[in-house]
């Protein structure tokens, strides 16, 4: 009993950081939140997703349930509510989109993936990636 009670005790506190610092990585970013109020203005890093050689990607569907269309103006947003309304600028060049799917993964470094078709609108199919700055106009 003594040892589990000391192994329990150990692995206790060798997930007290990884909590720490999973509190301090989601404090970091409320301010996204923030910043994603109606008329505010931010900059992140955009990619885009929808590649493939068919109109519509079979059976795929996004967060909302809608059926994927890539040549449709939406994104991808880890937090923000679905049916919100973005003014994109990237390049000189400027998009309205909606959000009606999840993503990018945390890890990826980004935080909004946007259409094919409005990737294509903003020029962004080149490069692959890009600093777009983002207007929250509302929800649709």
């Known amino acids: 009993m003594k040892r589990t009670c000391g192994v329990l005790t150990i692995l206790g506190l060798m997930s007290a950081p990884a909590l720490a610092h999973h509190a301090h990585h989601a404090s970091r970013h409320s301010w996204r939140h923030a910043e994603a109020s109606q008329g505010k203005g931010f900059t992140v890093n955009t990619s885009f997703y929808g590649g493939g ?25 880890r937090t923000l ?3 919100t309304r973005l003014r994109l600028t990237y390049a000189g060049r400027s998009v309205v989109v909606r959000i009606n799917d999840r993503g ?4 990826t470094g980004r935080s909004l993936d946007v ?10 199919i080149e490069r692959g990636t890009g600093q777009v700055h983002v207007e929250v106009l509302g929800k649709s």
């Open 81 to 83: 509510p679905m049916g």
């Open 104 to 107: 990018p993964a945390a890890w």
């Open 53 to 77: 050689p068919r109109r519509y990607e079979p059976n795929s569907h996004t967060a909302n349930g809608e059926i994927f269309n890539m040549w449709d103006l939406t994104a991808a947003h």
């Open 115 to 124: 259409s094919r078709g409005a990737a294509v609108q903003l020029g962004l």
